[in-house]
């Protein structure tokens, strides 16, 4: 049975992963490290994943929490925050692998610094063959809030939040928000707490077929847009936080639909987005995302 307060809380969502879990939480009997309890939320999956997750449960490897039907992975993940009792807690998707050494090094990383209240460690994203798909570009990381803004590279992995933290902050359950969720909530956390980051690869995203967020849409990216920019103007604290920063955030939104419009060979869609991210912040033609995203959209380039 894992210690009644571990140094660490991981909360695992899930629905309908009965045949990838059981992977990512073998990943957990392999770690160097083990003074953590593992959570699994389960949305009313109608796979066997009771079956799979019982022999972990009989064990006192992992708590199982189901609701009575899919609510989503925000209210998932607040689920398992208001239900941990770890110093720090980290979150994991159902179908995502730690690496060995992850909480050992995490481990290591705040004995050293033992005021860090939010922290990070680097990931890869592999295919299922265990190769790497894509290689993270992670920003440096900057007072201003600008490495953020331009895009959601935490997305919701390998991030820990001290128990202060993550007993003070809930994710937006706001069904519009589904599929940026994770986003909102380090714009909003790190607005409060300082980003302290572990250089090393110590886990991975695993791309495959089934993932969630291969199904996200170009409206759902634009409504979800205008509903972040709505909400951080309206709260007086994050507007004053960002400042001019919040109009590149928008402008950002606009740049990542285009990525998705030049994916869906919508070159003229892609056109259109990138012009409006120019009228709201005309600094972001000079930005890496930008000018590829435009080199595509012009010459109909075909990604793979």
Same mark, same amino acid.
Request: glycine content about 4%.
């Given at each position: 049975?894992?210690?009644?307060?571990?140094?660490? #809380?991981?909360?695992?969502?899930?629905? /309908?992963?009965?045949?990838?879990?059981?992977?990512?939480?073998?990943?957990?009997?392999?770690?160097?490290?083990?003074?953590?309890?593992?959570?699994?939320?389960?949305?009313?999956?109608?796979?066997?994943?009771?079956?799979?997750?019982?022999?972990?449960?009989?064990?006192?490897?992992?708590?199982?929490?189901?609701?009575?039907?899919?609510?989503?992975?925000?209210?998932? =993940?607040?689920?398992?925050?208001?239900?941990?009792?770890?110093?720090?807690?980290?979150?994991?998707?159902?179908?995502?692998?730690?690496?060995?050494?992850?909480?050992? =090094?995490?481990?290591?990383?705040?004995?050293?610094?033992?005021?860090?209240?939010?922290?990070?460690?680097?990931?890869?994203?592999?295919?299922?063959?265990?190769?790497?798909?894509?290689?993270?570009?992670?920003?440096?990381?900057?007072?201003?809030?600008?490495?953020?803004?331009?895009?959601?590279?935490?997305?919701?992995?390998?991030?820990?939040?001290?128990?202060?933290?993550?007993?003070?902050?809930?994710?937006?359950? /706001?069904?519009?928000?589904?599929?940026?969720?994770?986003?909102?909530?380090?714009?909003?956390?790190?607005?409060?707490?300082?980003?302290?980051?572990?250089?090393?690869? /110590?886990?991975?995203?695993?791309?495959?077929?089934?993932? #969630?967020?291969?199904?996200?849409?170009?409206?759902?990216?634009?409504? !979800?847009?205008?509903?972040?920019?709505?909400?951080? #103007?309206?709260?007086?604290?994050l507007k004053n936080r960002y400042g001019k !920063?919040?109009?590149?955030?928008?402008?950002?939104?606009?740049?990542?639909?285009?990525?998705?419009? /030049?994916?869906?060979?919508?070159?003229?869609?892609?056109?259109?987005?990138?012009? !409006?991210?120019?009228?709201?912040?005309?600094?972001?033609?000079?930005?890496? =995302?930008?000018?590829?995203?435009? !080199?595509?959209?012009?010459?109909?380039?075909?990604?793979?």
């Amino acid at each position: 049975m894992a210690n009644q307060f571990p140094v660490f #809380s991981i909360i695992i969502p899930t629905y /309908n992963r009965a045949h990838l879990i059981e992977k990512t939480l073998k990943c957990l009997e392999e770690q160097t490290f083990q003074d953590f309890e593992t959570i699994v939320v389960d949305n009313c999956s109608t796979d066997n994943i009771k079956d799979v997750i019982a022999p972990f449960v009989k064990a006192g490897k992992v708590r199982f929490i189901q609701h009575d039907k899919n609510y989503e992975r925000a209210k998932s =993940r607040n689920t398992g925050l208001e239900n941990a009792h770890g110093k720090y807690a980290t979150l994991l998707d159902s179908d995502d692998v730690l690496f060995p050494l992850f909480f050992e =090094r995490a481990n290591d990383f705040i004995s050293k610094n033992i005021t860090v209240k939010v922290f990070h460690s680097l990931y890869n994203i592999l295919d299922e063959n265990g190769d790497v798909y894509y290689k993270i570009q992670f920003p440096e990381i900057t007072s201003d809030m600008s490495h953020l803004v331009e895009g959601n590279y935490l997305s919701c992995h390998a991030v820990f939040l001290e128990r202060e933290v993550y007993q003070a902050f809930r994710f937006d359950t /706001n069904p519009e928000l589904t599929g940026h969720e994770d986003y909102e909530f380090w714009l909003r956390v790190l607005a409060h707490y300082p980003l302290q980051r572990l250089p090393e690869y /110590n886990s991975a995203m695993i791309e495959h077929k089934g993932r #969630s967020f291969s199904g996200f849409t170009i409206d759902q990216t634009l409504k !979800q847009r205008a509903y972040v920019i709505d909400k951080f #103007s309206k709260d007086v604290f994050l507007k004053n936080r960002y400042g001019k !920063q919040l109009n590149r955030l928008n402008a950002s939104f606009f740049v990542y639909a285009a990525v998705q419009c /030049n994916l869906g060979g919508l070159y003229s869609k892609a056109l259109w987005c990138l012009k !409006q991210a120019v009228k709201i912040d005309i600094s972001i033609l000079f930005t890496k =995302r930008f000018i590829r995203s435009l !080199q595509i959209a012009l010459f109909k380039e075909k990604i793979k």
